[in-house]
């Protein structure tokens, strides 16, 4: 778990922002209580077949009703933020129109929770779960879901801009389009070569009518998250240099170059061919507006090839000295340092957080009580991932990044989607049985390298 190099080179900038992240449709369960409209993925999860096991969100971690008790938690892990995204259709049964008070009243009281603990809370406006009532008008595939999302974004800045100083439009578009529009194992599950660059657009489209709209309403900050996965050769032949040109291009450049630089990368037209449409000027001049900060979600790399794959043409090389955790991903820390030089050098200096980072490593299904009676959970891998790419996020920083914060994916184990619950990423164990949660061993240690500022690592 040491480091080679001095505890006190790992200090990090004043002010670093220490946190935690999670998502509505993930932790909260009661995804209809109080007025609430279905989203996208109360639909999906109840369709057979959608998820593992048939998992859906109808309980997850119980924090609709919990959350007060969460917010304790995280005051006693010592969190300094908390990172959690709004579900629209609480908010907007039917995507539009007609506001449900309740809803927004349950937003409200966990943000004056988490200011009253000394917890600076970043909101997530869209993770994932648009309203169904607006997939059933299209959905992304809509080019009105723009004015649909800044709408909804305004009825928030209007409700909680002040107590929530950054913001953020989306999270990871990459995911929301490659899931759920090409190859379909996420909401709303579509397969589609054509819709899915429809839908990648539109999102842009839709966080640049919300960055807009802020502008006109909201003080403080907004950003957008993107997961970036770097990319390495396989060999040093040509036909693997052009297939990580593509896969970097589709996974990486296709969300940051139009929201910073209006533009798409080349190789786009290339991996969809006719199925590219030719967007007009305005829709980028929409798309890219000044943003505040950049959140990154990192969690792995991947060694690529040029294979014969839909529609990239690339292939994943798994590497036999590598560690891999439950999810197939490789822990590659140096990946992140790569990644944040990456942005800085192509973006320019943007200020950027850390949005997500984690591991999904196997725990029990039930914490036992150790030789003291107190439950606890021994979790040295995932201790061991976080303690790497934190430092890996240290190098960045000495490389002359402006990385301002890191929320690790996740507090709470919880629902991973179509995975269901067998993927466990948080620091805090939970029971699902009895809803119970237990700090893991590296939620323990997290709270000391928040308490220290990094010099515990
Ligand atoms: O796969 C782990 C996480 N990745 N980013 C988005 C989150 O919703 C996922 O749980």
New binding site residues.
């Given amino acids: 778990m040491t480091d080679s190099r001095n505890a006190a080179d790992r200090t990090f900038p004043n002010g670093f922002l220490w946190g935690a992240a999670t ?1 509505a449709h ?1 932790i909260e369960g009661s995804p209809m209580a109080d007025g609430a409209g279905p989203s996208i993925w109360t639909r999906f999860a109840h369709t057979p077949g959608m998820t593992l096991n048939g998992d859906t969100g109808d309980v997850a971690c119980d924090h609709y009703r919990r959350w007060k008790e969460d917010v304790k938690l995280m005051k006693e892990l010592g969190l300094q933020a908390y990172r959690f995204s709004v579900s629209w259709s609480r908010i907007l049964p039917e995507g539009t129109g007609r506001v449900n008070q309740a809803g927004l009243d349950f937003y409200s009281r966990l943000v004056d929770e988490l200011l009253a603990n000394g917890i600076e809370p970043l909101l997530t406006l869209y ?2 779960d648009m309203p169904a009532a607006l997939d059933d008008r299209g959905g992304w595939l809509n080019r009105d879901c723009a004015d649909w999302f800044a709408e909804y974004g305004q009825v928030m800045y209007r409700a909680l801009d002040g107590r929530v100083k950054k913001w953020v439009t989306l ?2 578009p990459w ?1 929301i389009t490659d899931g759920g529009y090409l190859h379909g194992a996420l909401a709303p599950g579509h397969r589609s070569r054509f819709e899915a660059p429809i839908a990648s657009h539109n999102l842009m489209r839709a966080h640049g009518a919300a960055v807009q709209a802020y502008r006109a309403e909201g003080k403080h900050e907004i950003g957008l998250v993107v ?1 970036i996965e770097p990319k390495y050769a396989a060999t040093d032949s040509a036909e693997d240099a052009a297939a990580v040109k593509r896969a970097h291009a589709y996974m990486n450049e296709q969300y940051l170059d139009p929201a910073l630089l209006g533009t798409y990368p080349p190789e786009l037209r290339e991996i969809f061919g006719e199925a590219w449409p030719e967007w007009p000027q305005a829709d980028f001049d929409l798309i890219k507006q000044k943003l505040d900060f950049i959140g990154v ?1 990192y ?1 792995t790399r991947s060694v690529t090839k040029d294979a014969v794959s839909y529609p990239l043409n690339t292939g994943v090389v798994r590497q036999p000295s590598g560690t891999y955790t439950e ?1 197939g991903w490789e822990v590659f820390p140096q990946g992140l340092t790569d990644t944040l030089t990456w942005v800085k050098d192509r973006y320019g200096d943007i200020p950027m957080y850390i949005t ?1 980072n ?1 591991a ?1 490593f196997f725990d029990p299904p039930v914490a036992e009580p150790d030789s003291t009676g107190q439950r606890r959970v021994r979790d040295p891998l995932r201790m061991d991932y976080l303690q790497k790419h934190i430092g890996a996020i240290h190098d960045a920083i000495q490389a002359g990044c402006d990385i301002r914060g890191y929320m690790v ?2 507090l709470l184990d ?1 629902l ?2 179509s995975l269901g619950y067998s ?1 466990r ?1 948080g620091v805090v164990h939970v029971n699902y049985a009895t809803q119970d949660r237990t700090p893991k061993d590296s939620a323990r240690w997290y709270s000391k390298v928040i308490a220290s500022n990094g010099k515990f690592l």
Wanted: aromatic residues 24%; hydrophobic residues 35%.
């Fill in positions: 998502a993930q993770h994932w999270n990871e995911v997961n979600n969690y999810t997500e984690g999904a994916w996740s919880n991973e989607w993927k990423f």
